[in-house]
């Protein structure tokens, strides 16, 4: 069982920068590593989206077109920490972001989910 806890999220002008982090606790068996990570993000009154995703050892990322060229996924398996650097951000990037942790890379669903945490782009 995995436990992720978001950070970093908060108010930000369109145009700036976030880094957020999901920081994880393994709690039985595997280890951070053995792990895909992944980001999505849900606006107020949207299904939840697909942000961006990092194989267990950091070698594979993928990104939505709409982040692709301003957001950066990346991991810290010695910190257990994986991050997204989010920058050039626009209005529409407004979201919670969430976490998640799956076993498979190139089929990712979340078999485990942090609680989100809140990114609001002001124009």
């Known amino acids: 069982q995995v436990q992720l806890v978001e950070s970093g999220g908060g108010l930000v002008q369109a145009g700036g920068s976030l880094r957020l982090s999901c920081a994880a606790s393994v709690v039985s068996g595997r280890t951070f590593s053995s792990y895909a990570k992944g980001w999505f993000r849900q606006a107020p009154g949207k299904e939840r989206e697909f942000v961006a995703r990092?194989?267990?050892?950091?070698?594979?990322?993928s990104y939505a077109d709409s982040v692709k060229g301003r957001f950066t996924i990346s991991r810290d398996n010695a910190k257990n920490t994986a991050y997204l650097q989010m920058n050039s951000l626009k209005p529409e990037d407004t979201a919670v972001y969430s976490c998640?942790?799956?076993?498979?890379?190139?089929?990712?669903?979340?078999?485990?989910w942090g609680q989100g945490t809140q990114v609001t782009v002001s124009s």
């Open positions: 998640a942790a799956d076993s498979n890379y190139g089929v990712f669903r979340g078999d485990y």
């Open positions: 990092i194989s267990s050892k950091g070698a594979r990322t």
